[in-house]
């Protein structure tokens, strides 16, 4: 029986003369497991020698898994299932016994060698259990990739993906321009244009662009397929990954909600005395603040405009890193920072009064021809959260603020998502994230293909009871029911979890490489049961 | 040559070789210390039960994960000495500083992740670093975090009831040529009080501070600390740091509105120090050949953020300015993407 | 002797286990270590199990909250240990040999204090009466 045809290899690591583990001992130890066909000691594992010899005496014995007794497995992952591939083995098929972190380093001789022993008739008891999952190490991907929205960050997002060879269909939703390029924040210069290459990204062939939205999404990461609504006909895009770039409003606004006129605009109208306020807490910022944005704003209107005053308003100068110098600019060139200590009134229109309590002096009242929000308002994620089945966080954006998960990775395995609110929100912060989101889904696609499986989980048809548990807990969404109106893990989605398996009320499934009888008999080998 | 040199394995540097190793691109990473996670290896998680977000654990799982994979080839106690060669074919001279040997390695990009230095507060004397035992700073304060999760007055080792926190030194001040805000302070210094009233929620804790600049705006340290009670927000940078009644730290300040001056005697003092070019950056700008600013980071080519002066040589993470550790990590990436689209147009 | 499972979610938890042993802190040898994938894929039935097999105690190390790499396994994992420990005073074993704890990954001073502090309740309770000896 495939399970009775386990190997044992012991590392030579921590011998000599001040070693605390009798490695030959536990060599002994091992061979003498029920079921051990073979137990040997090899050259230092992570050296080319040990390795060879595990693959020569894999080869030569006909086990069809192994034991690494060794140090911490986790910095060693890749090479056991080189190791194992080489073999001609399954790449999982192997278990590690760390008995350097969780023995020799933290206990006293006598007891490090015992608890020595129970580790390795752990992991023994453990793949001798162990069954083949399905895993495929090269599922072909493909190398489109769809962007959605309609903004500056998913045209940044775009180019990043074109310039380094992925074709990408970006989707525009209703409302916005259909002109590409489809937004330009109107106040900021050219430099700033070019950091980002949007006019150049318009004219790509690999880039095609749709002006609709997104009805549905079928399909796995690496081959979603998107069906969208375009004039009445319904079409699907396939692709590898997407990439969510919901827009905020961004621009300086009035009060009104409407964007705020360029300096050319204000200069034709003579208006002369601008009040810029902070955005409060109404549109969600943690402070108020006057931001870059605003002051580039200022000193773009005090520079056109001969005779304007230009107040500033907010509790903090959010200035981070090189921005610093930006206050200092636009005092130099004239325009006026005041704190405030709390909210602002406004009455007006024609012209306005805004009253608020500085700090220093108290009441304080300024008269303005024109009165400005420097908001940055919230996306609207709903419809994006729901047909894309990405979670919203507390905050209303996009989940993905698992400090493990790479910056832009959400919970959907395959979807991206590009946030602005962070930093200063300028565009050097925005063609970082561009990047950076566009980074991971290269990392995901450029080679053509992913891996998939592994340690998923697995549901027994015949003990299903469809009660939807596994539906419910699932953070990735890997389970649905199928043909049969039975629970199915879907292994290109399962991040093997086990919560499922934890919580089925029917015992339906399980999980390869951590399965109930797998845990069990661990913990009996380390309570000293027999098998 | 399909491989990248990698100058530093901080937050940035691992990220770009782990980006860079799902793009099928080996890299070789030359790191001056015996091990691997630059400045981020020093720190401390600020979480007690609860995860605050202080990024730290993502650096740190980043060297495990790099040392598990064979693509990625970590050279400790290495420093770079010469480069020579073009770009697409680099040789670096790399010394080994325990032995003093030598080595040459080809690569065909180099990506400059050789991070910052926090400031050195023994330079700003007025706030009595070096002469006031309970006067630390926060990197310090870190340090004691990470290496046993409690923190004691380095006078007593008794845990402190009282803290200030002193933000902006050796940032926002032309005295050091430090004339810009060092991003990351007001976001570490909110965790690292997070941190302190979680282990110990009758520790009163005062900030002094001249903006609140959270890195992440949707936090709100106002919120928090109306909140909490024996939280207070100073809007003052104070003058100075004197040893007070009972051998303690006393903090002096002008009041917010203007109407005088102020004492605060406390148990301990922590400094908030900004991040600094590093001492060695010159000298590694000019061995790279590629240029510097005013303060003495690498210089980005314009319109490029992560690509320096010269071709085939990029740039990640503090080394270019400063940052927050989310920040070096998207750096990486994207410094590796440059790094892959130059391989490609090199072939 | 005493017997102490610790069972631990192979991100964070593990990283720290490995971890306090590179920084070569000490702990008792009693306690062994069953790596999970998440601290939600433990189940009532394991820590019942752990106990009947003479588990003395039982300790179900998570990821900090909020830090969870599964987004809610850690909290799931505290359902399972409440559940566990009704039981475990119900058959009057003592819900006090059972406990979850948060750790980071880079938390490591705090394994030693965790087997400390369940090796201390183990003291005070006994050994595990159904632990069967021989």
Same mark, same amino acid.
């Given at each position: 029986?495939?399970?009775?045809?386990?190997?044992?290899?012991?590392?030579?690591?921590?011998?000599?003369?001040?070693?605390?583990?009798?490695?030959?001992?536990?060599?002994?130890?091992?061979?003498?497991?029920?079921?051990?066909?073979?137990?040997?000691?090899?050259?230092?594992?992570?050296?080319?020698?040990?390795?060879?010899?595990?693959?020569?005496?894999?080869?030569?014995?006909?086990?069809?898994?192994?034991?690494?007794?060794?140090?911490?497995?986790?910095?060693?992952?890749?090479?056991?299932?080189?190791?194992?591939?080489?073999?001609?083995?399954?790449?999982?098929?192997?278990?590690?016994?760390?008995?350097?972190?969780?023995?020799?380093?933290?206990?006293?001789?006598?007891?490090?060698?015992?608890?020595?022993?129970?580790?390795?008739?752990?992991?023994?008891?453990?793949?001798?259990?162990?069954?083949?999952?399905?895993?495929?190490?090269?599922?072909?991907?493909?190398?489109?990739?769809?962007?959605?929205?309609?903004?500056?960050?998913?045209?940044?997002?775009?180019?990043?993906?074109?310039?380094?060879?992925?074709?990408?269909?970006?989707?525009?939703?209703?409302?916005?321009?259909?002109?590409?390029?489809?937004?330009?924040?109107?106040?900021?210069?050219?430099?700033?244009?070019?950091?980002? &290459?949007?006019?150049?990204?318009?004219?790509?062939?690999?880039?095609?662009?749709?002006?609709?939205?997104?009805?549905?999404? $079928?399909?796995?990461?690496?081959?979603?397929?998107?069906?969208?609504?375009?004039?009445?006909?319904?079409?699907?895009?396939?692709?590898?990954?997407?990439?969510?770039?919901?827009?905020?409003?961004?621009?300086?606004?009035?009060?009104?909600?409407?964007?705020?006129?360029?300096?050319?605009?204000?200069?034709?109208?003579?208006?002369?005395?601008?009040?810029?306020?902070?955005?409060?807490?109404?549109?969600?910022?943690?402070?108020?603040?006057?931001?870059?944005?605003?002051?580039?704003?200022?000193?773009?209107?005090?520079?056109?405009?001969?005779?304007?005053?230009?107040?500033?308003?907010?509790?903090?100068?959010?200035?981070?890193?090189?921005?610093?110098?930006?206050?200092?600019?636009? $005092?130099?060139?004239?325009?006026?920072?005041?704190?405030?200590?709390?909210?602002?009134?406004?009455? &007006?229109?024609?012209?306005?009064?805004?009253?608020?309590?500085?700090?220093?002096?108290?009441?304080?009242?300024?008269?303005?021809?024109?009165?400005?929000?420097?908001?940055?308002?919230?996306?609207?994620?709903?419809?994006?959260?729901?047909?894309?089945?990405?979670?919203?966080?507390?905050?209303?954006?996009?989940?993905?603020?698992?400090?493990?998960?790479?910056?832009?990775?959400?919970?959907?395995?395959?979807?991206?998502?590009?946030?602005?609110?962070?930093?200063?929100?300028?565009?050097?912060?925005?063609?970082?994230?561009?990047?950076?989101?566009?980074?991971?889904?290269?990392?995901?696609?450029?080679?053509?293909?992913?891996?998939?499986?592994?340690?998923?989980?697995?549901?027994?048809?015949?003990?299903?009871?469809?009660?939807?548990?596994?539906?419910?807990?699932?953070?990735?969404?890997?389970?649905?029911?199928? $043909?049969?109106?039975?629970?199915?893990?879907?292994?290109?989605?399962?991040?093997?979890?086990?919560?499922?398996?934890?919580?089925?009320?029917?015992?339906?499934?399980?999980?390869?490489?951590?399965?109930?009888?797998?845990?069990?008999?661990?913990?009996?080998?380390?309570?000293?049961?027999?098998? | 040559?399909?491989?990248?040199?990698?100058?530093?394995?901080?937050?940035?540097?691992?990220?770009?070789?782990?980006?860079?190793?799902?793009?099928?691109?080996?890299?070789?990473?030359?790191?001056?210390?015996?091990?691997?996670?630059?400045?981020?290896?020093?720190?401390?998680?600020?979480?007690?039960?609860?995860?605050?977000?202080?990024?730290?654990?993502?650096?740190?799982?980043?060297?495990?994960?790099?040392?598990?994979?064979?693509?990625?080839?970590?050279?400790?106690?290495?420093?770079?000495?010469?480069?020579?060669?073009?770009?697409?074919?680099?040789?670096?001279?790399?010394?080994?500083?325990?032995?003093?040997?030598?080595?040459?390695?080809?690569?065909?990009?180099?990506?400059?992740?050789?991070?910052?230095?926090?400031?050195?507060?023994?330079?700003?004397?007025?706030?009595?670093?070096?002469?006031?035992?309970?006067?630390?700073?926060?990197?310090?304060?870190?340090?004691?975090?990470?290496?046993?999760?409690?923190?004691?007055?380095?006078?007593?080792?008794?845990?402190?009831?009282?803290?200030?926190?002193?933000?902006?030194?050796?940032?926002?001040?032309?005295?050091?040529?430090?004339?810009?805000?060092?991003?990351?302070?007001?976001?570490?210094?909110?965790?690292?009080?997070?941190?302190?009233?979680?282990?110990?929620?009758?520790?009163?804790?005062?900030?002094?501070?001249?903006?609140?600049?959270?890195?992440?705006?949707?936090?709100?340290?106002?919120?928090?600390?109306?909140?909490?009670?024996?939280?207070?927000?100073?809007?003052?940078?104070?003058?100075?740091?004197?040893?007070?009644?009972?051998?303690?730290?006393?903090?002096?300040?002008?009041?917010?509105?203007?109407?005088?001056?102020?004492?605060?005697?406390?148990?301990?003092?922590?400094?908030?120090?900004?991040?600094?070019?590093?001492?060695?950056?010159?000298?590694?700008?000019?061995?790279?050949?590629?240029?510097?600013?005013?303060?003495?980071?690498?210089?980005?080519?314009?319109?490029?953020?992560?690509?320096?002066?010269?071709?085939?040589?990029?740039?990640?993470?503090?080394?270019?300015?400063?940052?927050?550790?989310?920040?070096?990590?998207?750096?990486?990436?994207?410094?590796?993407?440059?790094?892959?689209?130059?391989?490609?147009?090199?072939? | 002797?005493?017997?102490?499972?610790?069972?631990?979610?192979?991100?964070?938890?593990?990283?720290?286990?490995?971890?306090?042993?590179?920084?070569?802190?000490?702990?008792?040898?009693?306690?062994?270590?069953?790596?999970?994938?998440?601290?939600?894929?433990?189940?009532?039935?394991?820590?019942?199990?752990?106990?009947?097999?003479?588990?003395?105690?039982?300790?179900?190390?998570?990821?900090?909250?909020?830090?969870?790499?599964?987004?809610?396994?850690?909290?799931?994992?505290?359902?399972?240990?409440?559940?566990?420990?009704?039981?475990?005073?119900?058959?009057?074993?003592?819900?006090?040999?059972?406990?979850?704890?948060?750790?980071?990954?880079?938390?490591?001073?705090?394994?030693?204090?965790?087997?400390?502090?369940?090796?201390?309740?183990?003291?005070?309770?006994?050994?595990?009466?159904?632990?069967?000896?021989?």
């Amino acid at each position: 029986m495939s399970g009775d045809q386990i190997g044992v290899f012991v590392c030579s690591w921590g011998s000599g003369k001040d070693a605390k583990l009798d490695m030959d001992g536990l060599r002994i130890f091992a061979g003498s497991i029920e079921g051990i066909s073979l137990s040997k000691r090899v050259d230092r594992i992570c050296s080319g020698s040990g390795q060879r010899e595990m693959i020569s005496a894999i080869k030569e014995s006909g086990i069809d898994r192994f034991v690494a007794v060794a140090c911490s497995g986790r910095t060693k992952t890749r090479l056991y299932r080189s190791i194992a591939t080489s073999s001609g083995l399954h790449p999982l098929a192997f278990e590690v016994a760390n008995v350097r972190e969780q023995a020799a380093y933290v206990h006293d001789a006598p007891e490090a060698q015992r608890k020595a022993e129970i580790l390795i008739k752990m992991a023994v008891e453990k793949i001798r259990l162990w069954t083949a999952p399905p895993f495929e190490e090269e599922m072909p991907v493909s190398g489109n990739v769809a962007v959605v929205g309609g903004g500056l960050m998913a045209t940044s997002v775009a180019r990043e993906l074109i310039a380094q060879g992925m074709t990408v269909d970006l989707i525009v939703s209703g409302e916005a321009s259909k002109d590409l390029p489809p937004y330009i924040f109107r106040n900021e210069g050219e430099k700033e244009r070019s950091v980002l &290459g949007m006019s150049e990204a318009s004219r790509d062939q690999r880039l095609r662009s749709h002006h609709t939205n997104v009805l549905e999404v $079928q399909g796995v990461p690496g081959d979603f397929g998107l069906i969208m609504d375009v004039d009445g006909e319904i079409v699907p895009a396939r692709c590898g990954a997407i990439v969510l770039a919901p827009e905020p409003r961004m621009e300086l606004s009035r009060l009104d909600g409407s964007p705020a006129p360029s300096a050319q605009d204000l200069s034709a109208q003579g208006l002369r005395r601008i009040v810029i306020l902070p955005s409060g807490p109404s549109s969600g910022l943690g402070c108020s603040c006057m931001t870059p944005r605003g002051m580039l704003y200022a000193l773009s209107l005090v520079n056109a405009i001969p005779g304007a005053e230009v107040y500033l308003l907010g509790r903090e100068v959010r200035a981070l890193g090189e921005m610093e110098g930006l206050q200092r600019s636009a $005092q130099e060139k004239g325009v006026k920072f005041f704190r405030i200590d709390s909210e602002p009134l406004v009455e &007006g229109p024609g012209p306005f009064t805004i009253t608020w309590k500085d700090p220093l002096v108290g009441a304080m009242s300024l008269r303005a021809d024109l009165v400005l929000f420097d908001a940055v308002l919230t996306p609207e994620v709903q419809a994006m959260s729901k047909v894309f089945d990405v979670p919203i966080d507390d905050k209303g954006e996009l989940l993905c603020i698992d400090p493990r998960l790479r910056p832009g990775e959400t919970v959907r395995k395959g979807v991206f998502a590009a946030r602005y609110r962070v930093g200063n929100m300028l565009y050097e912060d925005m063609a970082i994230e561009a990047g950076s989101v566009a980074a991971r889904v290269l990392e995901m696609l450029s080679l053509g293909t992913m891996e998939i499986g592994g340690a998923v989980a697995e549901v027994d048809q015949d003990k299903c009871s469809a009660c939807l548990s596994c539906l419910r807990i699932c953070p990735y969404s890997a389970p649905i029911i199928g $043909q049969a109106g039975k629970a199915e893990v879907r292994m290109e989605l399962c991040q093997g979890c086990g919560s499922c398996v934890a919580l089925c009320p029917s015992r339906a499934i399980d999980i390869y490489c951590f399965s109930d009888s797998q845990l069990i008999a661990q913990s009996r080998a380390a309570l000293g049961r027999g098998r | 040559m399909k491989r990248v040199a990698i100058i530093g394995s901080g937050a940035a540097g691992l990220s770009a070789a782990l980006s860079l190793e799902q793009r099928g691109v080996p890299s070789i990473i030359i790191e001056r210390e015996g091990q691997l996670g630059g400045l981020c290896g020093e720190l401390g998680c600020k979480g007690v039960e609860r995860c605050v977000r202080c990024d730290v654990c993502l650096a740190r799982n980043m060297v495990a994960q790099a040392r598990s994979l064979p693509a990625i080839e970590p050279l400790r106690k290495a420093e770079l000495r010469s480069v020579s060669g073009q770009p697409g074919d680099f040789r670096l001279t790399i010394r080994e500083t325990d032995q003093g040997g030598r080595r040459v390695i080809r690569a065909g990009a180099i990506i400059c992740a050789s991070g910052g230095e926090p400031f050195d507060a023994h330079l700003d004397k007025r706030l009595g670093y070096g002469e006031l035992e309970d006067v630390i700073t926060s990197l310090d304060l870190e340090r004691q975090l990470s290496a046993t999760g409690k923190i004691t007055l380095p006078s007593n080792s008794l845990p402190p009831k009282k803290v200030a926190f002193i933000l902006c030194v050796g940032s926002r001040d032309e005295r050091f040529n430090a004339g810009y805000c060092s991003k990351a302070c007001c976001k570490y210094s909110f965790k690292l009080a997070q941190a302190l009233r979680s282990i110990d929620p009758g520790c009163s804790v005062t900030f002094f501070f001249m903006d609140w600049r959270l890195y992440d705006p949707r936090e709100n340290v106002r919120a928090w600390s109306s909140g909490e009670g024996g939280v207070r927000l100073v809007r003052s940078r104070p003058a100075e740091v004197l040893l007070g009644e009972g051998s303690r730290p006393e903090v002096r300040f002008a009041l917010e509105d203007d109407t005088g001056i102020e004492s605060e005697t406390v148990d301990m003092v922590v400094l908030s120090v900004g991040i600094n070019a590093s001492r060695g950056s010159a000298e590694l700008a000019r061995t790279l050949q590629i240029e510097t600013d005013a303060h003495g980071f690498m210089r980005s080519s314009e319109g490029a953020p992560c690509s320096s002066t010269r071709p085939g040589v990029f740039l990640a993470g503090t080394c270019r300015g400063p940052k927050e550790i989310v920040e070096c990590v998207k750096d990486g990436a994207v410094a590796a993407s440059r790094a892959v689209e130059f391989l490609e147009g090199m072939r | 002797m005493m017997r102490i499972i610790g069972f631990c979610c192979e991100r964070g938890p593990e990283e720290a286990v490995d971890l306090a042993g590179e920084r070569g802190m000490r702990y008792q040898a009693d306690v062994i270590f069953i790596k999970v994938p998440c601290a939600g894929r433990v189940d009532v039935v394991h820590l019942l199990r752990a106990f009947r097999e003479g588990a003395d105690a039982v300790l179900v190390i998570g990821c900090l909250e909020d830090n969870c790499h599964h987004v809610y396994g850690n909290l799931e994992a505290r359902k399972k240990v409440e559940r566990a420990k009704q039981i475990l005073d119900e058959v009057g074993l003592g819900s006090s040999r059972l406990e979850l704890f948060h750790v980071a990954s880079n938390q490591p001073f705090r394994i030693p204090r965790l087997v400390a502090e369940m090796a201390s309740r183990v003291e005070k309770l006994g050994p595990n009466p159904l632990a069967v000896k021989g």
